[in-house]
């Protein structure tokens, strides 16, 4: 899972990765032809969307670390 935008200044979407490539659609539903990686930038601008599905989807997220 990775932070990407579509283009800068816009959302930070969260983003799965398959075999080192970001799909194409955010958790969102936000479907763009490509991402670019939202590196050092703010979580403010985060996208509450995707934010709402990943906590939804893994709402202990503490219990799943293994170290
Ligand atoms: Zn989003």
Redesign the pocket.
Known sequence: MRYAQERPGL?L??VDEVNERLMLT???G?TVERWRLGLNLPMGMA?G??LRVARAANPTPREYIVL
């Open positions: 959302k979407h969260l955010a958790l969102c936000r996208c969307r995707c």
